[in-house]
């Protein structure tokens, strides 16, 4: 569908699940400083990402997200859809 | 009667572990960075100039019976965000991928 | 609390439907160990954890379940979406379809419907952190027979970053029980009990 979309959703999965790992690993290492380093920048990128993605494509939530009219947080697709997916190449691997 | 109170001297000032760490006081700070406290880290610690970073503690001390050790992880390398995504993990010391039902699973063969 | 953010963990894009394939993962759905046993488990034991950083790796681990159960709900959903009646039969899966048609209920490969005997909160942090661990092992092997049992790529991938993200979460549970230990012992040596201290 929208490759864009799916690029951009593509880039900020990523970047979250870097957030979760580095949440954990936080959890029982709260001294490291690399890390708590690494979580805080990738924490900041996210926020821009996630604000570029809301801005094309409406909101990721119906908590910290403003939504343009009418409410678009109803709006298809959902997640458990196919076309909401992207998928991921066998060379990113 | 003697009174026993169990908060002698051998109590720590503060409860352990405490509720939560301290934070930092913010003059510590580096400048630039709002969230990252300005202490030098320790000399041969993993990530200073030279030292050869192993992910994982590999010397556990007063092991006692009847209970199970994990090793720590440390942190040395991660892979770029995409890769981690498509890999499950972050780490790669941590990435362990199946190989299959093969010669590994099969039951052992005894004499 | 919990807020919902609007996409998968890892995504799910299955071109070709397969109810065989959905009879069996959904064991992960509502299985012994699957991820609604796991993500209960966890939020449940949280409460009785000692030591801060025990106490956040049973939510937050807790937490990416529940991402994970949504992601084997979307599995078997776009599995049993495009599946003709014949298929269904095919597959075995008409008694399911019978109640429930193409929808998702958590229920095991075998057709037992969730139960929380599926898992256990005893309430100390050393006997669940040890039940956590060996929970981590059974789902890491039911992902690598369900890895077994399928070969479309769309449905290997996620089953792949499922059963690598267990092996994660068996390190982080090690690494909160050394802590735990840690921090029993040694509060033995710091307190003396009243003599009529019911520790």
């Known amino acids: 569908m929208d490759s864009n979309r799916e690029e951009l959703l593509k880039q900020l999965s990523a970047l979250d699940f870097t957030i979760i790992e580095l949440n954990l690993f936080l959890n029982t290492h709260p001294r490291d400083r690399n890390a708590l380093m690494k979580y805080n920048t990738a924490v900041e990128q996210a926020k821009m990402l996630r604000m570029e993605y809301e801005r094309r494509y409406g909101p990721l939530t119906a908590y910290y997200s403003t939504s343009s009219y009418p409410w678009q947080w109803i709006c298809n697709p959902w997640p458990w859809h196919y076309s909401f997916n992207f998928r991921l190449a066998g060379e990113e691997c | 009667m003697m009174n026993m109170r169990s908060s002698d001297s051998k109590m720590p000032e503060k409860p352990y572990p405490p509720e939560c760490y301290d934070r930092v006081p913010e003059s510590e700070y580096i400048p630039g960075n709002p969230y990252l406290p300005n202490i030098e880290p320790a000399p041969g610690a993993p990530g200073t100039p030279g030292y050869p970073c192993v992910p994982q503690e590999t010397v556990i001390e007063n092991v006692k019976l009847a209970r199970a050790y994990v090793p720590f992880q440390r942190l040395c390398s991660t892979y770029p965000a995409v890769r981690a995504l498509c890999r499950g993990t972050l780490f790669p010391e941590l990435f362990s991928p199946y190989r299959g039902p093969d010669k590994k699973h099969r039951p052992p063969q005894y004499e | 609390m919990w807020i919902y953010e609007k996409k998968l963990e890892y995504p799910v894009k299955i071109r070709t439907p397969n109810p065989k394939m959905a009879k069996v993962i959904i064991t992960q759905y509502g299985g012994p160990d699957g991820e609604l046993a796991a993500s209960l488990r966890y939020l449940s034991q949280r409460f009785s954890m000692v030591t801060p950083e025990a106490r956040a790796t049973l939510n937050d681990i ?138």
Not at chain 3, 97 to 112: C, E, F, K, L, T
Not at chain 3, 147 to 165: G, Q, S
Not at chain 3, 179 to 186: A, E, G, K, R
């Open chain 3, 62 to 199: 807790g937490t990416e379940e529940l991402a994970h159960l949504e992601m084997i709900g979307t599995m078997v959903y776009q599995l049993v979406k495009g599946a003709s009646i014949e298929d269904i039969k095919a597959a075995g899966l008409d008694p399911y379809y019978a109640d429930h048609d193409r929808g998702v209920y958590p229920i095991s490969a075998a057709g037992n419907p969730f139960t929380a005997a599926y898992i256990q909160s005893k309430g100390n942090p050393i006997v669940d952190l040890y039940e956590n661990m060996a929970a981590e092992q059974k789902a890491r092997a039911t992902y690598e027979w369900l890895i077994n049992l399928a070969d479309d790529p769309d449905v290997l991938d996620p089953l792949k970053f499922l059963r690598e993200r267990e092996v994660v979460h068996f390190q982080r549970f090690g690494e909160a029980l050394r802590i735990v230990q840690d921090y029993l012992d040694s509060r033995r040596q710091f307190v003396i009990p009243k003599p009529k201290d019911t520790e």
